[in-house]
């Protein structure tokens, strides 16, 4: 199980709508990382800067692109989903009671025919996979290059030595700036 999942799982149990309410925050926290993305980088292609979003200077085609890119991101959002938490994203907390047990147990892929319901965005992804395999393998191998990519970005970041500005200069010699 991955770790939001249980959570969220966990979480259903506590009272209505809380684990709505933490879906609903991570699902919040990863559009405003986008958008706080877009506003400090701007707009790009590759190195190449196209449009600088700034406080009330920036060019509508700017905000345009961005709101479109907003949009996309929204979209690719739905996979991220599925892979951050594919079965609390697939069921929700969705139980069904098991004849031979008696027990409730969580609805999954293995659940009988017709007592659990798939969500929108399950069913959305599982068509795109089945039907497009192509798109789902691009999608599959995308989220494992976004996840190592962002790994090699941290490790880089925490090995790299920042260079001080004060390394260069003695502070008890002040007789070289003259």
């Known amino acids: 199980h991955n770790p939001l999942d249980t959570v969220l799982f966990s979480v259903a149990g506590w009272g209505a709508f809380v684990d709505v309410g933490l879906f609903g925050a991570v699902v919040l926290y990863l559009f405003f ?70 027990g409730a147990i969580s609805c999954s892929m293995s659940a009988p025919a017709g007592v659990c319901h798939m969500s929108q965005i399950a069913v959305f992804m599982n068509i795109i996979s089945l039907h497009l395999p192509f798109f789902g393998t691009v999608f599959y191998w995308a989220q494992w290059g976004f996840l190592g990519t962002t790994l090699l970005s941290t490790f880089w970041a925490i090995i790299r030595c920042r260079r001080s500005n004060t390394e260069d200069h003695d502070s008890d010699s002040d007789e070289d700036e003259w």
Do not use: C, E
């Open 33 to 102: 990382v986008t958008l706080a993305g877009i506003a400090k980088v701007g707009i790009r292609i590759l190195w190449l800067t196209l449009f600088k979003l700034r406080k009330r200077a920036s060019p509508p085609q700017g905000l345009l692109l961005a709101s479109i890119i907003l949009v996309v991101s929204l979209l690719a959002l739905t996979h991220v989903l599925m892979t951050l938490a594919p079965q609390y994203t697939s069921y929700g907390a969705q139980t069904y009671i098991d004849k031979a047990t008696n």
